[in-house]
Nanobody, 127 residues
Framework: QVQLVESGGGLVQAGGSLRLSCAAS????????VGWFRQAPGKEREFVAA????????YYADSMKGRFTISRDNAKTTVYLQMNSLKPEDTAVYYC????????????????????WGQGTQVTVSS
């Protein structure tokens, strides 16, 4: 099992920034991807960003490119999501998740591919 704990959410004005953290513990896998998803009220959960185990490859939803940056620490136990130029439409609960793969993780933007989820952290952007 993998335990994920998100933090760093809060209330920010439009144009502001937040940095979310996802701390992982528990079982380790030789191949995995850590992703961020978000879900606004009444909407489906959507992909935000993902990063591979080695930290050398990152993926972003088109609407987040240039504003959000995913990264991980050297110990590879915490993944961050730096969010800049926030907009009211970024308001949502943000979740981190782990896709643990036997070999290469080929699907990184689909929520159903992920095996473990955190509890989520609320991000509210006021206009």
């Amino acid at each position: 099992q993998v335990q994920l704990v998100e933090s760093g959410g809060g209330l920010v004005q439009a144009g502001g920034s937040l940095r979310l953290s996802c701390a992982a513990s528990g079982r380790t896998y030789s191949s995995y991807v850590v992703g961020w998803f978000r879900q606004a009220p009444g909407k489906e959960r959507e992909f935000v960003a993902a990063i591979r185990r080695g930290g050398d490859t990152a993926y972003y939803a088109d609407s987040m490119k240039g504003r959000f940056t995913i990264s991980r620490d050297n110990a590879k136990t915490t993944v961050y999501l730096q969010m800049n130029s926030l907009k009211p439409e970024d308001t949502a609960v943000y979740y981190c998740a782990v896709d643990a793969c036997i070999a290469y993780c080929s699907v990184v933007k689909v929520a159903t591919a992920y095996d473990y989820w955190g509890q989520g952290t609320q991000v509210t952007v006021s206009s």
